[in-house]
């Protein structure tokens, strides 16, 4: 059972968002880091990139396997989380905390609307 | 996130169809002595329980008082709530392009909470605990792997030594009865077809273990090369087996098998009885640890395997995923076909020049092309390297360069949970191949340095 918080917003390809104003904070959800396990590198975007909704804004490295991670929405980002760069692991332990991948400007703000709530996401990963 | 979840939902292991009918009889030192009689007749040789157990022709069922029948009923391993966590993760179902087999550990694998995946036809627990939690157990401990999906030939008949000579690269003649050695099935072109493990249980009787993904490529290759009077038999959907692996993996066969079990020394089989069943034990495995790898019928595989894990409990014994065993016998530099070995590479280029015997007077396929390129060296070569710094770990069919020139392409690639370091194989210009050559391996768009280091990355102590 893994945890999904009330307050999120969350992407079919397991990413949630939080919106502060216009800027959204992006990272991958328990669910996601569990299927994953054992993360040992993050590739973050740049700051100033333009990202649409639903192509690779970053990667996620486990010992299996390089998983893309998808910008659950449109915008410039404009911050990235540096942390995981040394901490990779933080992935793992606090993937709503510690672990945000990194933060953008919304350009199109009416996409959160198709993102799911936590229920649906809820739903959709069968918890 | 992109997921590569695959479904569960498949058919019913073969074996399950099949019953009992492709393993071999009973334990035949437990058979009345009429029926050893019959086996050393049939068989022409000694009586040690290796050539024994594969006697087929011997199908006197046993009954003694020292194994009341039926044979496993009641004697099932006891199963401790430690031994099974509560189930975990498995797999979302997403879609069923083929059907995939399951080996007759499966439910095993669901009731140990593993997380079950696709490999090469078969749907097979990657991981129970975790990748590098796993690994770490066989390198400081020691881990049983499901290996149920892999195949068992079985060749027999008295020109079986030199029909194998004529089949496979390295000397079949050298292995005495009860013995194993690393070979390798190659095409007209000298491509590696499949690696293998050939075991000689009779003068004249050979198991062969092959890799499951070609199972079918290998059965086929063989029957059209088989001539008269030599037999051939694929066991490989009755046949459960089990690795175990790790520096305690002795210790924990000797408490689980009991001062009897017959221990096989490096490389070699033996065959044994574990709750009146016939199992071959062979002191071979695939994760530069010292360890066995079992053999058995599909019947017992799930009471085999818990009782092993019970048994091995106190020694720290982990059920290990496919994940583990990867990372495993990379930092081994042992090969996987499919990967590193492919029809489009020969032996040689894959550095395993020592199990390929060009001086036999065998000519097997691809001998002729194997020579030449002997006597002109290789173009390209099978290396190991690593990265110098901390960055993303490689994986197959990465580029590496040299300045702007390619040098060549990962075969294999991850991080080394040993190590702390990205490590790979790839084939790369012999001109690139010396220990000690950087190189740049192209990741996503960037270049980051690596270096050619000499093989294998981790060697136990031993």
Not at chain 2, 80 to 88: E, G, I, K, M
Not at chain 2, 413 to 440: D, H, Q, R
């Amino acid at each position: 059972m893994s945890n999904i918080p009330e307050q999120l917003r969350y992407a079919a390809s397991h990413e949630w968002i939080k919106v502060d104003g216009d800027i959204g904070t992006v990272g991958i959800s328990d669910h996601a880091q569990h299927e994953l396990s054992d993360v040992v590198y993050v590739d973050l975007p740049k700051a100033g990139a333009k990202l649409a909704a639903g192509t690779v804004a970053a990667v996620v490295e486990s010992v299996k396997a390089a998983s893309d991670i998808y910008s659950p929405v449109s915008g410039e980002v404009v911050e990235v989380n540096a942390a995981l760069l040394k901490k990779p692991e933080l992935v793992n332990t606090d993937p709503y905390g510690a672990a945000w991948l990194f933060r953008l400007k919304l350009s199109v703000p009416t996409e959160l609307a198709a993102l799911k709530d936590a229920a649906g996401y809820k739903a959709q990963v069968g918890e | 996130m992109k997921t590569t979840a695959r479904s569960p939902k498949s058919k019913e292991h073969r074996s399950k169809l099949r019953g009992i009918l492709g393993w071999p009889g009973p334990l035949v030192a437990r058979v009345p002595e009429r029926g050893i009689a019959r086996a050393q007749e049939v068989t022409g040789i000694g009586t040690s329980p290796a050539n024994l157990l594969f006697a087929r022709n011997v199908s006197t069922p046993t009954r003694t008082r020292s194994c009341p029948g039926p044979a496993v009923a009641g004697q099932e391993a006891k199963i401790s709530s430690a031994t099974v966590p509560d189930r975990r993760y498995i797999p979302t179902i997403m879609s069923d392009p083929a059907p995939l087999q399951k080996t007759a550990l499966f439910t095993a694998h669901q009731k140990l909470g593993a997380r079950l995946v696709e490999f090469g036809g078969w749907l097979m627990p990657v991981q129970y605990t975790g990748i590098v939690d796993e690994h770490k157990a066989v390198r400081e401990a020691a881990g049983v792997f499901d290996i149920s999906h892999m195949g068992e030939f079985f060749i027999s008949g008295g020109g079986a030594p030199g029909f194998l000579n004529g089949l496979l690269t390295n000397d079949a003649a050298k292995p005495g009865v009860g013995q194993g050695q690393y070979t390798l099935m190659l095409n007209e072109r000298g491509g590696v077809i499949d690696d293998l493990i050939l075991y000689r249980l009779h003068d004249a009787e050979f198991l062969l273990v092959v890799n499951a993904a070609k199972i079918d490529e290998d059965r086929a290759w063989i029957k059209k090369n088989l001539p008269a009077g030599i037999s051939f038999s694929d066991r490989s959907d009755a046949t459960g087996a089990l690795a175990l692996q790790g520096p305690r993996a002795l210790e924990i066969a000797r408490a689980f098998l009991g001062a009897a079990w017959p221990e096989p020394k490096r490389n070699e089989i033996t065959s044994h009885s574990w709750n009146c069943q016939p199992i071959l034990a062979a002191r071979t495995g695939y994760t530069g640890e010292d360890g066995l790898e079992f053999f058995f019928a599909g019947e017992i595989a799930e009471n085999f395997f818990f009782a092993l894990l019970e048994a091995g409990r106190p020694f720290g014994l982990k059920p290990c995923g496919l994940g583990a065993r990867d990372t495993l016998r990379l930092e081994a530099c042992l090969p996987l076909n499919g990967n590193d070995l492919s029809e489009k590479r020969t032996p040689l280029e894959a550095g395993l020049g020592p199990f390929v015997s060009l001086t036999k007077e065998a000519v097997f396929p691809g001998k002729d092309i194997l020579q030449k390129q002997k006597s002109e060296g290789v173009k390209e070569k099978l290396v190991a390297f690593r990265l110098k710094e901390k960055g993303p770990p490689p994986r197959p069919h990465y580029a590496l360069f040299q300045g702007d020139v390619q040098a060549g392409e990962a075969t294999s690639g991850a991080p080394s949970p040993t190590l702390g370091y990205g490590i790979g194989l790839a084939y790369v210009k012999t001109a690139c191949a010396e220990p000690g050559t950087p190189l740049e391996l192209e990741v996503r768009g960037a270049r980051v340095p690596v270096e050619i280091v000499k093989k294998p990355f981790y060697k136990r102590n031993s």
